[in-house]
């Protein structure tokens, strides 16, 4: 009886040797840029993104991306900036309730690659709503097993029962379709990337 157990543990013992190489390797952010775009009656505008969290993990095999798993990025609704400064800031943060919802996040539940194009699945929740989105992220390997993933996603803010922004007694009003462009560069390491 004593060998089979010990065959069994020395089987055990291996795969955890040969796992990490097949594993997937915790990412962070090394850099980002993600901008909110959207219209209005009188001009188009966009806001950008200060503060981003971001956690997942990533395969790579021969230099080419393999699998993604356990996305999570999470986003305070307050460092969301526009260019036109705190009044338009203050009618953004307003439409979110970000007093009761202050961060805007998204939950990966699954993803497929068709060659350099992650087709994700996933939760995007804002405003108090959520809805299952799908997005199509380009990704690239670069350097040092970097990952750069770019994509956009057009949404109308209705969906998540928010309220357009109006200014000027309602004489200006933003359209209710807004554009989230994205473009992270990812790193190996552990953790939650801040930045």
């Given amino acids: 009886m004593k060998k089979p157990i010990i065959s069994l543990l020395l089987i055990i013992t291996f795969l955890m ?3 990490p190489v097949q594993a997937q ?12 775009a959207g219209s209005s009656s009188l001009h188009d505008w966009v806001s950008e993104v200060t503060t981003v969290e971001w956690s997942g993990s990533l395969k790579l095999v021969d230099g080419q991306l393999t699998d993604v798993a356990s996305v999570r990025v999470k986003i305070p609704v307050t460092s969301i900036k526009s260019d036109n400064g705190r009044i338009m800031d203050g009618k953004t943060y307003d439409a979110f309730n970000s007093e009761k919802y202050p961060t805007i996040t998204y939950q990966m539940s699954e993803a497929t690659l068709s060659g350099d194009v992650i087709k994700a699945t996933g939760t995007l929740t804002m405003a108090g709503a959520s809805k299952v989105i799908s997005l199509d992220v380009k990704a690239s390997v670069i350097s040092a097993g970097d990952v750069q993933l770019t994509g956009s996603y057009t949404l109308n803010m209705r969906d998540y029962k928010m309220t357009p922004p109006t200014a000027v007694m309602g004489t200006i009003k933003v359209g209710e379709e807004v554009t989230i462009n994205f473009d992270l560069t990812l790193s190996p390491g552990q953790g939650i990337s801040k930045k």
């Fill in 17 to 19: 040797v040969i796992d």
């Fill in 25 to 36: 390797t915790p990412y962070h952010i090394k850099s980002e840029k993600i901008t909110v």
